[in-house]
């Protein structure tokens, strides 16, 4: 008999949950939430105000809104909740906590799953865009990255918009009250609406995503790898250790002859070409012949035709090596790439609870609403409303960290004074 107790005792007491659940899960997540509005926010300004327009700028306010519009949907349960423990639950002969658990539960879930979806395509872009660079640029132009947004929140609110229709209200006598209430409750409809949403949307939704996700960020990381290589390898070929480059000390030693002039040509010449092989670190004179390649200088037993060819193309090396568009444009993209893995390692490890508890909830049943462990329903449910809660926070401090030309906008629109500085 002891024993069929002990079996039928729940893991925590309701008091120890109910405590949890009060003092930590709850304020943790309001103060997440409230942080998550501001946050995003912030994004949508500071992206907006982003020119041009491009692919990834687009994606990012899609996903800044969807957060958005996650945690606004949380608010309402949080004055519901703070209204219930104060003893009010009828307000305006409305019940409250039906009011809000009928008609705002699935919101939350919707722009969670549209912000899944658009993580999983912006992890996708980048993978694709390390492996076929050039195929990227002529598929996903912005347009049609706008259609593909576009439809990914149009589709997600279909499916879900059935499920959020399945309610009535009716008017009822709750408890002792001698008024009736008006309350909201599920239809027969509900339980359809529920299956056909929760098959389109839920586990395979989840599990698809995080394939998607993760075989993305490999490839992102092997692309990052085989970057970083082809720099040191390219480095290391291009300059020896312990060997200047002999072009460009050449053309500084022969401005430096030019200026003092007073070894014939031959003999001079024969000890620059010797200082540029034997030299390890220019001297100061040549800093000084670098820093004004463009004046007029004579040399000595030459004419000034080559004197002017000499100094254009000191010049031309100089502004060669100042500018590169090419490794400007691809230290862009390796810094977009970075920005996105670093969004996909986030959601990956973030989304791993709910699809811990999802197998658990399958795999044993009574660990669901209503049944010998109710209480437990209710932390594993706390745990993930704060990792949802954390993946839709913690992107502006990705984008501050590793994104410069948001930086830079965010410095414009909120430290003016830091900017100009």
Known sequence: MESTRAAAAPILSDALSKTLIDSFFTPLVVCITTLGILGNVINIMVFRKRTPMDVMTTCFIALAVSDLLYFCFYVPDFISEAFIKNGVRILYKVDIRSLVLFTMFYQKSLFNKISITITAFMAFERSLCVVR??????????????????????IL???FTPSMLSVEAVWKYPGNRTEPVLMFQRTPLRAVADRIRSLMTGFSLIVGTQVIITISAGLMISGLRRHQQFRQTASSSTRRPGKPDRTR?????????????????????QSISENAENETEPSCADEQSERKPSENVTLPHTTSEDATSATKSIGHNSSSETINPTETASSKELRLIKTVLVLAVIHVVLTFPSLIFFVAQNLLPELRPMKRYNNMFYIGGGIITMSNALNGMLNTLVYLTLNEKYKMQFYKLFCYGKFNK
Do not use: E, M, N, W
Not at 133 to 154: D, G
Not at 254 to 269: D, F, P, Q, W
């Open 133 to 154: 660079p050039f195929l990227v640029k002529k598929l996903f132009t912005r347009s049609r990255v706008v259609a593909i947004l576009t439809a990914i929140y149009l």
């Open 157 to 159: 609110i279909a499916l």
């Open 249 to 269: 000390h050449k053309l500084t030693l022969l401005t430096l002859k030019a200026s003092l002039g007073k070894k014939t040509s031959r003999s001079s010449h």
